[in-house]
């Protein structure tokens, strides 16, 4: 992930430039954060900087709570790769996320003004997004920060990065996101999503299986020009009442044409930009 700031930005006392992560509850359940048994883990990245000096960051508890660890960390030389590691002590306060809601988040500071900064290396119940005295990215014109394997682990010690099959990681990012269409792995312009069948002649429904289950009941967007086989205009129709984690719903409003009980295809209308997605971010 890179980072480059296109002006001299002097950052007020309520801004906030970061990268942030969010971490679901269900992979976090295990380090018994807000209880006596709270385990510490280890955060490591390697980052690259065109700046040199101590920068900043927080792990945070979830879904705006105000449980907040800053760290700091040193960049020593311009324009080269380091590793950084940082150990944390677990929480033994706070009420940390165990199902498919926001646990932790990890969050790097480009620029945190002072209202949200806070001393490093000590839990506090304030909503910090950096550690004080952090150097600001975006002061500098032209200036560049590069972050990339990031891994956040139970222990002491940080283990070399894990690296995952492709399909692995792509089911992983499917449980909150998943699109049809929009020219993807060769998509035509033509591409069929779904049958749907008319339960009267200006409305059918259909749906549409997910990949894999997601973290929730996901929102579903449409975008780009669609018909049917019946060849009339119309628009889809989200039904927010029956699309569920593991199955997107798709319905299809026209003036006239169909015949109910009857089935037709929903397709792109000579559009590779057209897409249906189904989203379950945290």
Request: overall charge negative.
């Amino acid at each position: 992930m890179d980072f480059s700031s296109l002006s001299t930005y002097s950052v007020l006392a309520g801004d906030l430039f970061i990268i942030r992560q969010h971490i679901e509850g269900y992979n976090t359940s295990d380090l018994a954060w807000g209880t006596a048994n709270a385990k510490t883990v280890t955060l490591s990245f390697w980052v690259r900087s065109s700046l040199t000096g101590t920068f900043g960051g927080v792990l945070q508890e979830g879904n705006g709570a105000t449980r907040s660890y800053p760290f700091s960390y040193t960049i020593s030389v311009a324009n080269t790769w380091e590793q950084k590691t940082i150990t944390i002590a677990g929480d033994t306060s706070g009420t940390w996320q165990t199902t498919n809601s926001t646990s932790i988040d990890v969050t790097f500071g480009l620029g945190v003004g002072s209202t949200y900064s806070g001393p490093a290396g000590a839990w506090g119940a304030t909503q910090y997004f950096s550690a004080t005295g952090a150097t600001s990215v975006v002061a500098v014109n032209g200036a560049t920060f590069y972050i990339t394997g990031v891994q956040l682990e139970i222990g002491s010690t940080a283990t070399p990065f894990e690296r995952r099959l492709y399909n692995q990681e792509l089911a992983n990012c499917q449980r909150y996101f998943q699109v049809l269409g929009k020219g993807l792995n060769g998509s035509p312009a033509y591409v069929i999503f779904s049958i749907l069948t008319y339960e009267a002649s200006a409305t059918a429904w259909g749906t549409v299986p997910l990949k894999v289950t997601m973290r929730t009941q996901p929102t579903t967007t449409y975008s780009g020009t669609f018909t049917t086989s019946y060849g009339t205009q119309g628009a889809l129709l989200n039904d927010t009442n029956q699309t569920g984690p593991d199955n997107g719903v798709i319905g299809w409003a026209a003036g006239s044409g169909g015949t109910t009980g009857y089935s037709t295809y929903l397709r792109a209308s000579n559009s590779t930009a057209a897409f249906i997605s189904f989203s379950a971010e945290l």
